[in-house]
């Protein structure tokens, strides 16, 4: 079945594509015209399970400091795309501070509702509303898109530098972890948002408390910063971070 791109573009103000290989992800993004060697920013985590009480304080976090820093550097933010969590604290930031950066959301085509297209999926997520772009990719279940938005951020940066924050989660988080360091991006995990941020911070600082925190610490670098630092604070650990 066709995907309804057109419709989504009318409902949504976003440009969208739908790819089932690499090369057609890299081909189409590339028609986008973003810019070649555009750094990249990926948010991956928690779409649900955030604790009530620290939802505002990351609110706040992307309106204050995430949002103007992708603005005011150029950088494109690449996340899951759906109206939940983090997804949704960008979408909203990026909107409250009128944001013009690319902000690009990568879905399972089977996991989300579509306009005129309502997934089969009892569990099927709307699209957050706020994002620029959407890249459609094959799949029913979550995590599909796991390795195609860490591909995503890599076809976006090209040479430039990206990074990977991961806030709160579950187990797709994991795969997205890994995903991100198979694409050789340095991550920051955000200590005091929960669960596997949290597990791979205590990781970081020598508590392991699950084998896949050990592995993934192997294998890539891997930062962190707590959850209520000041925008300053993670201003200058972007700043530290995509310098490298």
């Given at each position: 079945?066709?995907?309804?791109?057109?419709?989504?573009?009318?409902?949504?103000?976003?440009?969208?594509?739908?790819?089932?290989?690499?090369?057609?992800?890299?081909?189409?993004?590339?028609?986008?015209?973003?810019?070649?060697?555009?750094?990249?920013?990926?948010?991956?985590?928690?779409?649900?399970?955030?604790?009530?009480?620290?939802?505002?304080?990351?609110?706040?976090?992307?309106?204050?400091?995430?949002?103007?820093?992708?603005?005011?550097?150029?950088?494109?933010?690449?996340?899951?795309?759906?109206?939940?969590?983090?997804?949704?604290?960008?979408?909203?930031?990026?909107?409250?501070?009128?944001?013009?950066?690319?902000?690009?959301?990568?879905?399972?085509?089977?996991?989300?509702?579509?306009?005129?297209?309502?997934?089969?999926?009892?569990?099927?997520?709307?699209?957050?509303?706020?994002?620029?772009?959407?890249?459609?990719?094959?799949?029913?279940?979550?995590?599909?898109?796991?390795?195609?938005?860490?591909?995503?951020?890599?076809?976006?940066?090209?040479?430039?530098?990206?990074?990977?924050?991961?806030?709160?989660?579950?187990?797709?988080?994991?795969?997205?972890?890994?995903?991100?360091?198979?694409?050789?991006r340095a991550v920051v995990t955000f200590q005091g948002s929960g669960r596997t941020?949290?597990?791979?911070?205590?990781?970081?600082?020598?508590?392991?408390?699950?084998?896949?925190?050990?592995?993934?610490?192997?294998?890539?670098?891997?930062?962190?910063?707590?959850?209520?630092?000041?925008?300053?604070?993670?201003?200058?650990?972007?700043?530290?971070?995509?310098?490298?």
């Amino acid at each position: 079945m066709q995907l309804p791109l057109d419709k989504i573009h009318d409902q949504y103000h976003a440009q969208a594509i739908a790819v089932d290989s690499k090369p057609q992800l890299f081909q189409q993004i590339d028609q986008w015209q973003l810019g070649s060697a555009k750094p990249t920013l990926v948010i991956v985590g928690g779409a649900g399970g955030i604790a009530e009480e620290d939802c505002q304080t990351l609110q706040d976090l992307f309106i204050e400091c995430v949002a103007p820093w992708a603005e005011s550097h150029g950088l494109a933010v690449v996340d899951g795309g759906t109206d939940a969590g983090i997804m949704r604290f960008i979408g909203v930031a990026r909107q409250t501070i009128q944001g013009t950066f690319p902000l690009i959301g990568v879905i399972a085509e089977g996991t989300v509702n579509l306009p005129e297209r309502p997934s089969s999926n009892p569990y099927a997520a709307e699209l957050e509303p706020h994002h620029s772009h959407f890249v459609l990719v094959p799949g029913g279940e979550w995590g599909d898109e796991s390795p195609w938005l860490a591909s995503t951020a890599t076809a976006i940066a090209g040479d430039a530098p990206s990074l990977t924050f991961v806030i709160n989660g579950g187990n797709i988080t994991w795969q997205d972890i890994q995903c991100s360091i198979n694409e050789s991006r340095a991550v920051v995990t955000f200590q005091g948002s929960g669960r596997t941020a949290d597990v791979l911070a205590e990781a970081l600082h020598g508590n392991i408390q699950d084998e896949r925190a050990e592995n993934i610490l192997q294998q890539g670098k891997i930062h962190s910063i707590s959850m209520n630092s000041t925008p300053a604070q993670l201003q200058l650990l972007l700043e530290t971070l995509f310098q490298q």
